[in-house]
Nanobody, 122 residues
Framework: VQLQASGGGLVQAGGSLRLSCVGS????????MGWFRQSPGQEREFVAA????????SYGNSVKGRFTISRDNAEKTVYLQMNSLKAEDTAIYYC????????????????WGPGTLVTVSS
């Protein structure tokens, strides 16, 4: 599946953004979907994941309570609603797909989009 993320940009601390990731090619609804992020000099970090049916979610500790992942299989899209943004949320955000379940590990994801940059100014 090919993935394309969008929705990144510059936002002030305390603000909100919604990222979207559209899938094409293989059947989107066959895949678990995840969001990861990476800052300069840092390892890629797990942000959130959602199961195929959209009713099970997992979040990284640093975003729990502020970010929400959701999906629309008819639109082949997964979303990441980001609220109460902080400067430390600044990163390139990647969406990825997996057939291995609701995983927090990058190696469980097979297809990755090119990423979208989120910059939070303090």
């Amino acid at each position: 599946v090919q993935l394309q993320a969008s929705g990144g940009g510059l936002v002030q601390a305390g603000g909100s953004l919604r990222l979207s990731c559209v899938g094409s090619g293989r059947t989107f609804s066959n895949y678990y979907m995840g969001w990861f992020r990476q800052s300069p000099g840092q390892e890629r970090e797990f942000v959130a994941a959602i199961n195929i049916g959209g009713y099970m979610r997992s979040y990284g500790n640093s975003v729990k309570g502020r970010f929400t992942i959701s999906r629309d299989n008819a639109e082949k899209t997964v979303y990441l609603q980001m609220n109460s943004l902080k400067a430390e949320d600044t990163a390139i955000y990647y969406c990825a797909s997996s057939v291995r379940g609701l995983s927090r590990q990058t190696f469980d994801y097979d297809y990755w989009g090119p990423g979208t940059l989120v910059t939070v100014s303090s």
